[in-house]
Each structure stands twice: as structure tokens, then as C-alpha cells.
């Protein structure tokens, strides 16, 4: 006679009650049961990670540079001559320049190449930026004029010639600017401008032994104002392109005569404008003190 199994029997009553208990947990549960599982559900689930976003980096403009620049410079310039204002030198010359036979006006452009180099440091906070800057360029700007006179009565033919030449240019000069985007800046500059500069004059009445000159070379001091903007193409390396105004003041210089006996006791003044418009392009390498700065997300 085969043997019946009373503990299987006993789990599937365990088994069908447990269903039974379930199943009226739900009926008093109501419609609210099935949103309580799927909470449960869904809690179980593992959320997906959000894709992280790339790094930004952002161009830090602290820090100190050293850099090479050319460019070119010009200026209109008109000097004043006339004679001394002692009582000898306008009795022997006044009557030259009242009749035409010699000018009292010259007029020519100055203009040539310049190239040097410049030093500086910035200082970054938010978009702004703030520096100093020094430089120094060799110059070719120079421009003369030559007049000759003939055919005024009285008067021997003359000839007349000036000019000037500004060797070098240096500036020490403040620069205050903003970060449109992070890699430009784009800034006002201004402070002390140096250059030096070398006049000169011929002037002569062949015909009656009558000569008067200038040659000098001067160092002198003014200001200058500008603007520019400047980009960042590389971590340490950026170029620029710049306009500087550079007025150097004016000089008056006495000459020198030479000839005849009357013409020794005598001077001309003429006086000489130093006011430039320059205009060039840089490259800078920055000293990285201050890394550029990674906004993570």
C-alpha cells in the first residue's frame, strides 16, 4: 500500500492560504493598491546616470609677457619759421619774409616703419582686466620739404630745406579692458610716450653769402592714448593689433649762421611738431603663472 505524503500536502494548504490573504489585501486595499505597487516598483529600478557635461575651459589672462610688435607711424606736420625775436635778426630778415623770399610756413608728412618690443603684465578679475606695458621700437618716420624762391625783387634766389626724424619710440602705458568672449580682450591704453628725434634746416641766399642751419637730436617726453584689441589663440601665445596717439610736444630751435659779416649776428627760430599716429600688430608669450581655469560641469 503506498504511504501518503502529509507534508507536501501541509505546504500547499501554506501555500493557497498565503494567495488567499494576498488576494484580500488587495480587495480592501482598493484601486490605490496597484499605483502603492508600482511606486514599489519602480523604487527598485536603478536610475540612469545623467551624461556628464564637457569641460569648459576658460582663458585666464593674469600673468607677465614678453613680446615682439611693427607697424607704421605718421604725422602732418607744420613748422613755423621766423626770424629771432632780437632787434637785429628781424631788421635783417623780416624784409625776406614779408616779400615771399623766404617761407615762413613749411608743410610735409612724416611717415615709415617701426618695429621693438614690449613687456607687461596683466591682472584678471571676472571680465575685466587691468595691466601695465612697456615698450620700445626703432623708427624710420622722417619727412622733409624743400622750397625754392626766384624772382622776387630784391631778392637773390633762395633755397630752403627741413625736415625731421624720430629714431625711436618708447611708451610706458596702463592698459584697462574687458573679456567679450574669454580668448579677446579688447582694451584702452594710455601713459608717458619718449622718442628721439632729429631736426634739421638748411637755409641759404647764395647769391649774397647768407646761411643759417639747424641740426639737433633730442630726446623728448609726452603722452600718447590708444586702443586695441588683443587674442588669445594658444595657452601662452596671443597676438594684437593696436592704434597709439603720441604727441611729443613741440621744439624750437635757434640756428646756426654762417657767410657774410651782417648774417653772423643774426638767428632764425623754427619751430618743430611732434604728434604721430601709429598704428601695429604684436605677438605675445605669457608666463603661465595662473593656469586656465576648468569649469567642471
Excluded at 218 to 233: K, M, Q, Y
Excluded at 248 to 264: D, E, H, Y
Aim: a neutral charge; glycine letters at 12%; proline letters at 4%.
Amino acid at each position: 500500500m503506498l504511504g501518503f505524503d502529509h507534508s507536501k500536502r501541509r505546504r500547499a494548504t501554506s501555500h493557497s492560504a498565503k494567495r488567499a490573504l494576498a488576494t484580500a489585501a488587495l480587495i480592501a486595499a482598493g484601486p490605490n493598491a496597484g499605483i502603492a505597487i508600482g511606486a514599489a516598483s519602480a523604487a527598485d529600478m536603478a536610475v540612469k546616470a545623467r551624461p556628464m557635461a564637457a569641460p569648459v575651459v576658460v582663458y585666464s589672462w593674469t600673468g607677465c609677457y614678453v613680446g615682439a610688435n611693427g607697424g607704421y607711424g605718421w604725422e602732418k606736420n607744420n613748422t613755423n619759421l621766423r626770424p629771432s625775436s632780437d632787434a637785429v635778426s628781424q631788421a635783417f630778415w623780416s624784409p625776406a619774409f614779408v616779400a615771399g623770399a623766404a617761407p615762413s610756413t613749411f608743410g610735409y608728412t612724416a611717415d615709415g616703419g617701426l618695429a621693438g618690443g614690449q613687456v607687461g603684465c596683466n591682472y584678471q578679475t571676472g571680465k575685466f582686466v587691468v595691466g601695465i606695458e612697456g615698450d620700445i621700437d626703432w623708427s624710420d618716420i622722417r619727412g622733409s620739404q624743400s622750397i625754392d624762391t626766384a624772382n622776387v625783387p630784391g631778392f637773390v634766389p633762395s633755397f630752403f630745406s627741413t625736415g625731421q626724424s624720430l629714431h625711436w619710440l618708447a611708451t610706458v602705458r596702463g592698459r584697462v579692458g574687458v573679456t567679450p568672449v574669454d580668448p579677446l580682450l579688447l582694451y584702452v591704453t594710455g601713459g608717458v610716450a619718449f622718442g628721439d628725434v632729429h631736426y634739421n634746416l638748411n637755409f641759404a641766399f647764395p647769391g649774397t653769402n647768407d646761411f643759417q642751419s639747424i641740426s639737433s637730436s633730442n630726446t623728448e617726453t609726452g603722452w600718447t592714448i590708444g586702443a586695441g584689441a588683443e587674442w588669445a589663440f594658444a595657452n601662452s601665445w596671443s597676438v594684437k593689433a593696436e592704434y597709439l596717439y603720441v604727441d611729443l610736444g613741440n621744439r624750437s630751435l635757434v640756428s646756426i649762421p654762417a657767410g657774410s659779416a651782417a648774417n653772423l649776428a643774426t638767428t632764425l627760430t623754427e619751430n618743430f611738431q611732434n604728434r604721430y599716429n601709429i598704428v601695429r600688430v604684436g605677438l605675445n608669450y605669457k608666463f603661465n603663472w595662473a593656469s586656465p581655469v576648468v569649469a567642471k560641469y
